[in-house]
């Protein structure tokens, strides 16, 4: 019988392995699992969220969901005017422009263009930088509004929503007495949940390509001939980028 074993493998010894059946590298492989990992993570907190969104009724007890285009209204520095989601979009603009950047350091990276590398990497890093800015800001008047793990203020009565629906984009808007009551506990408490582990998966995003940029900057890669810790940084960026559209989904426009 013909022996059809390449050549290249046959002098390999008998548990060398072979050829990986994949055309990724091990730390790639491993940068996948743990994001399939992280997204069963993030499924189940949003799932949760659908279910307490969706199996909400009004009672003695609890109230209607909250709308979020009566809640994340403010901007920085245009305080009482109504600027429904507008500040949130921003946000999400500028962390999709972050994986933009990424994308291009990995092209440049491909091309072993140590010097776009560092510059598109910066970029990234400011980008995220920015968001987590965002995000605190928003947390801030998110607390300063009433939020709370255990409760808020985001029930909006009869009266409220009658207020609500009397004015227009831009226009300046100021919550009367009696145009809110307690809302749902869960609203708050899995807003602040979702939101900060993401955030915190933001944070520990700039700090990995902050150490990226320095090995860049360093010559670490051109060393090593290759320059994939830049992709595998890449695919955990893209990764926290994708999972913030859907948070924005499930906890802004649903």
């Given amino acids: 019988m013909a022996n059809h074993t390449p050549a290249a493998f046959e002098n390999q010894p008998m548990w060398a392995g072979g050829r990986s059946p994949f055309n990724v ?7 996948w699992i743990f994001l399939l990992s992280d997204a069963f993570t993030f499924s189940s907190l949003l799932v949760q969220y659908g279910a307490q969104r969706f199996s909400n009724v ?4 609890t109230t209607v969901w909250p709308d979020p285009a009566s809640i994340f209204n403010h901007f920085p520095f245009m305080h009482g005017l109504h600027l429904p989601l507008l500040f949130v979009s921003v946000m999400t603009f500028i962390l999709i422009m972050s994986s933009v950047t ?3 350091a990995v092209e440049a990276g491909h091309r072993k263009s140590k010097k776009e590398v560092q510059t598109y990497m910066i ?3 400011i980008g995220g930088v920015m968001f987590l800015s965002c995000q605190a800001w928003e947390w801030y ?3 300063h509004e009433g939020a709370r793990l255990y409760g808020n203020t985001f029930g909006i009565t009869e009266q409220g929503y009658n207020h609500l629906h009397s004015v227009g984009f831009a226009d300046h808007f100021e919550w009367a007495p009696g145009d809110r009551t307690d809302g749902p ?5 899995l807003f602040f949940i979702v939101t900060g582990f993401h955030g915190f998966h933001v944070f520990s995003g700039v700090v990995i390509n902050v150490v990226v940029y320095i090995m860049t900057v360093r010559g670490v890669f051109e060393r090593r001939g290759h320059y994939e810790m830049i992709e595998k940084a890449g ?6 980028d994708l999972v913030w559209v859907f948070v924005f989904t499930f ?4």
């Fill in 58 to 61: 009004e009672t003695a007890v």
């Fill in 251 to 254: 906890f802004y426009l649903i």
């Fill in 185 to 189: 506990v869960p609203f708050a408490a």
């Fill in 102 to 104: 990424m994308v291009l």
């Fill in 25 to 31: 590298s091990y730390g790639k492989l491993m940068m």
């Fill in 141 to 143: 008047t998110f607390i």
């Fill in 123 to 125: 970029y990234t890093i």
């Fill in 235 to 240: 695919l955990y960026w893209h990764f926290v």
